[in-house]
């Protein structure tokens, strides 16, 4: 190992390993620092504790439900089945290897050299009956009921695996509605096919207390109708991350740590301090992989003095993948208003799409909020089948300031499901066909 490198990138998450390959890339000689999660733990988080295995459980947990639900009309009778969380969770570390090793690989195509250590600049879990989203990935025994405190999308999602694996399950939120972040509407779509898949949902409550019994948990909540008491085997906390910015040395460099835990940065992902770049989790909401990654091409880019852009915090697309998936870009319509836009809003239901019914998936919807007077695209928010596949379109289109006239004037393929697109754009304007 050497002494020097032409750029120390600290963390091999989606953030942090995107920006090593692009600054090797460039020329420059990079190394990454990796305190290593776990054996072969290049990815960070999302490869090895979030992203990628609980989407391979999803999957699992999706398979499970057509299986149950909806193999009989289609036409396959399924006689008897076993579900092995076990199995699906060996199946789901599986893939986190594949990919951290793809790392590994591209690290060394790119001549990028991985050391193992905790770098520096110059709340409590028992682990077996209250756990975070870690100990859940490898859970290999479904509990019989579990709480899941925290409705945000890895609560949702975890919701949907456990209650595909047989376990009673009930989420506990603290704000009006599941999926707080996003629009209110789609959200309650989301809640009504929680419910007649019997999730319980309690929405304004509050966990007040939580007792150890012989057998499992007591859990007190505060609801608006009052105090409730609910028995479980295990509790999920899923109220989000915090960021790993301690034992840095942020402070003794001089890098600025606002009142959130977060590393101040602007549009380039430069900190205060000449030559020291923050990326991801780190630097700032919303703390998603995606937008890692591609603040670690623009900090590559932008120490190398190659040609790049500033990072639009107000185009980050968001995807939680429960069942039925929810996917959104921009502002909500309650944002738009209170932002000062005069808004129409255009939806359009997956019921009137052909392609959502040749897939058995009715429930869901597109709804388009949009500038009245211009038309430009100001949010899009969807739930239903495979929304999070379509999405691309309006993040990209938001990033062209599109309008609604110009996605209503596309042609889009028939059938798909980018029609519930086009539709509600249409429906913006007024001129919805099949509705």
Same mark, same amino acid.
């Given at each position: 190992?050497?002494?020097?490198?032409?750029?120390?990138?600290?963390?091999?998450?989606?953030?942090?390993?995107?920006?090593?390959?692009?600054?090797?890339?460039?020329?420059?000689?990079?190394?990454?620092?990796?305190?290593?999660?776990?054996?072969?733990?290049?990815?960070?988080?999302?490869?090895?504790?979030?992203?990628?295995?609980?989407?391979?459980?999803?999957?699992?947990?999706?398979?499970?439900?057509?299986?149950?639900?909806?193999?009989?009309?289609?036409?396959?009778?399924?006689?008897?089945?076993?579900?092995?969380?076990?199995?699906?969770?060996?199946?789901?570390?599986?893939?986190?290897?594949?990919?951290?090793?793809?790392?590994?690989?591209?690290?060394?195509?790119?001549?990028?050299?991985?050391?193992?250590?905790?770098?520096?600049?110059?709340?409590?879990?028992?682990?077996?009956?209250?756990?975070?989203?870690?100990?859940?990935?490898?859970?290999?025994?479904?509990?019989?009921?579990?709480?899941?405190?925290?409705?945000?999308?890895?609560?949702?999602?975890?919701?949907?695996?456990?209650?595909?694996?047989?376990?009673?399950?009930?989420?506990?939120?603290?704000?009006?509605?599941?999926?707080?972040?996003?629009?209110?509407?789609?959200?309650?779509?989301?809640?009504?096919?929680?419910?007649?898949?019997?999730?319980?949902?309690?929405?304004?409550?509050?966990?007040?207390?939580?007792?150890?019994?012989?057998?499992?948990?007591?859990?007190?909540?505060?609801?608006?109708?009052?105090?409730?008491?609910?028995?479980?085997?295990?509790?999920?906390?899923?109220?989000?991350?915090?960021?790993?910015?301690?034992?840095?040395?942020?402070?003794?460099?001089?890098?600025?740590?606002?009142?959130?835990?977060?590393?101040?940065?602007?549009?380039?992902?430069?900190?205060?301090?000449?030559?020291?770049?923050?990326?991801?989790?780190?630097?700032?909401?919303?703390?998603?992989?995606?937008?890692?990654?591609?603040?670690?091409?623009?900090?590559?880019?932008?120490?190398?003095?190659?040609?790049?852009?500033?990072?639009?915090?107000?185009?980050?697309?968001?995807?939680?993948?429960?069942?039925?998936?929810?996917?959104?870009?921009?502002?909500?319509?309650?944002?738009?208003?209170?932002?000062?836009?005069?808004?129409?809003?255009?939806?359009?239901?997956?019921?009137?799409?052909?392609?959502?019914?040749?897939?058995?998936?009715?429930?869901?919807?597109?709804?388009?909020?949009?500038?009245?007077?211009?038309?430009?695209?100001?949010?899009?928010?969807?739930?239903?089948?495979?929304?999070?596949?379509? !999405? &691309? $379109? +309006?993040?990209?289109?938001? %990033? /062209?300031? @599109?309008?609604?006239?110009? =996605?209503?004037?596309?042609?889009?393929?028939?059938?798909? !499901? &980018? $029609? +519930?697109?086009?539709?509600? %754009? /249409?429906? @913006?304007?007024?001129?919805? =066909?099949?509705?």
């Amino acid at each position: 190992m050497k002494d020097s490198y032409d750029l120390v990138v600290i963390g091999s998450g989606p953030g942090g390993y995107v920006a090593a390959i692009r600054a090797a890339q460039l020329g420059m000689d990079v190394a990454c620092v990796e305190a290593q999660l776990r054996e072969g733990g290049l990815g960070g988080v999302c490869l090895n504790w979030g992203c990628i295995p609980a989407k391979a459980l999803l999957e699992s947990a999706s398979l499970a439900h057509h299986v149950k639900h909806d193999a009989a009309d289609f036409g396959v009778k399924i006689k008897s089945y076993d579900l092995d969380i076990a199995a699906a969770v060996n199946r789901s570390r599986q893939v986190s290897d594949r990919l951290t090793k793809g790392i590994k690989f591209l690290f060394d195509k790119n001549g990028v050299t991985s050391i193992l250590g905790r770098a520096r600049l110059a709340g409590e879990f028992d682990e077996q009956r209250v756990i975070s989203s870690r100990e859940a990935l490898e859970m290999r025994k479904v509990p019989e009921k579990i709480v899941i405190v925290g409705a945000g999308s890895t609560g949702m999602e975890f919701a949907d695996v456990f209650n595909a694996f047989g376990a009673n399950v009930t989420i506990v939120e603290a704000l009006p509605h599941l999926l707080p972040l996003e629009d209110e509407e789609i959200a309650g779509v989301v809640a009504r096919s929680f419910k007649k898949r019997k999730i319980g949902v309690k929405a304004k409550t509050k966990v007040k207390s939580l007792e150890k019994t012989d057998t499992g948990l007591k859990v007190t909540v505060e609801a608006p109708s009052g105090d409730e008491v609910i028995e479980c085997d295990v509790l999920l906390m899923a109220v989000g991350r915090t960021p790993n910015t301690e034992d840095l040395g942020l402070e003794a460099a001089g890098v600025n740590v606002n009142d959130q835990g977060w590393i101040d940065v602007d549009e380039y992902c430069q900190t205060g301090i000449e030559g020291i770049y923050a990326i991801g989790d780190v630097a700032g909401a919303p703390m998603l992989a995606h937008k890692a990654s591609h603040e670690g091409m623009i900090a590559a880019e932008h120490i190398a003095g190659t040609q790049t852009h500033p990072l639009d915090r107000g185009n980050i697309p968001s995807c939680t993948y429960c069942h039925p998936e929810v996917a959104s870009v921009g502002r909500t319509e309650k944002q738009a208003r209170e932002d000062g836009f005069d808004i129409k809003v255009g939806k359009f239901p997956f019921s009137a799409n052909g392609r959502a019914l040749t897939a058995g998936a009715p429930d869901g919807m597109v709804k388009i909020v949009a500038d009245a007077k211009y038309g430009e695209v100001l949010g899009v928010h969807m739930v239903g089948h495979s929304v999070t596949e379509l !999405l &691309a $379109e +309006t993040t990209l289109g938001r %990033a /062209l300031e @599109t309008t609604v006239e110009e =996605i209503a004037g596309t042609v889009h393929a028939h059938p798909t !499901l &980018a $029609e +519930t697109v086009m539709e509600a %754009a /249409l429906a @913006t304007l007024g001129r919805a =066909i099949h509705i």
